[in-house]
């Protein structure tokens, strides 16, 4: 069944017309990049920050600037990744790399949301996280994102390649 699914995206009308367009497949591939860089960035400034950098900004503050940020990067790289995906349906999903990219991106995702809901609880978002060394659970949360989105960002380079 899945296999099906995935040959009738390959198959379909919009995969075939990014697949012969000379310029459409290739914008969608920069918006995909673009929406990489604002996601990654965001993220990696905040792991920086969890990580013991920028100890003056308030993680509230960095917070309340980056999340929407990386919202934003997740719905441009995740909706110009599908169509970049539905070129190439059934030998993508068949890629370990890329599967390898959808297990540490999912990864990624659990860890934003395990953190965000441990920072709730522990009242890292507060004024007086500023200035204040990062707690190694912190740092911890901060470690294990950069990392894994970096593997994502690897993961999705070595995809095209191999």
Same mark, same amino acid.
């Given at each position: 069944?899945?296999?099906?699914?995935?040959?009738?995206?390959?198959?379909?009308?919009?995969?075939?017309?990014?697949?012969?367009?000379?310029?459409?497949?290739?914008?969608?591939? $920069?918006?995909?990049?673009?929406?990489?860089?604002?996601?990654?960035?965001?993220?990696?400034?905040?792991?920086?920050?969890?990580?013991?950098?920028?100890?003056?900004?308030?993680?509230?503050?960095?917070?309340?600037?980056?999340?929407?940020?990386?919202?934003?990067?997740?719905?441009?790289?995740?909706?110009?990744?599908?169509?970049?995906?539905?070129?190439?349906?059934?030998?993508? $999903?068949?890629?370990?790399?890329? @599967?390898?990219?959808?297990?540490?991106?999912?990864?990624?995702?659990?860890?934003?949301?395990?953190?965000?809901?441990?920072?709730?609880?522990?009242?890292?978002?507060?004024?007086? @996280?500023?200035?204040? $060394?990062?707690?190694?659970? @912190?740092?911890?949360?901060?470690?294990?994102?950069?990392?894994?989105?970096?593997?994502?960002?690897?993961?999705?380079?070595?995809?095209?390649?191999?």
């Amino acid at each position: 069944m899945l296999a099906e699914i995935l040959a009738g995206l390959e198959g379909s009308v919009l995969a075939a017309g990014l697949r012969s367009s000379k310029w459409v497949y290739p914008l969608v591939n $920069a918006g995909h990049i673009a929406g990489i860089a604002l996601l990654f960035g965001s993220i990696a400034a905040f792991d920086l920050r969890l990580m013991g950098a920028w100890r003056r900004v308030p993680l509230d503050a960095l917070s309340r600037v980056l999340v929407p940020v990386a919202v934003i990067g997740l719905i441009i790289a995740a909706s110009c990744g599908s169509l970049l995906f539905i070129v190439k349906a059934t030998e993508y $999903a068949a890629a370990p790399l890329f @599967q390898t990219k959808m297990l540490m991106l999912a990864i990624g995702l659990a860890n934003i949301l395990a953190y965000h809901v441990v920072a709730r609880r522990r009242g890292w978002s507060s004024h007086s @996280q500023a200035v204040a $060394a990062p707690a190694p659970l @912190q740092r911890l949360f901060g470690a294990v994102s950069f990392g894994v989105w970096l593997s994502v960002l690897v993961l999705g380079r070595l995809v095209g390649y191999f």
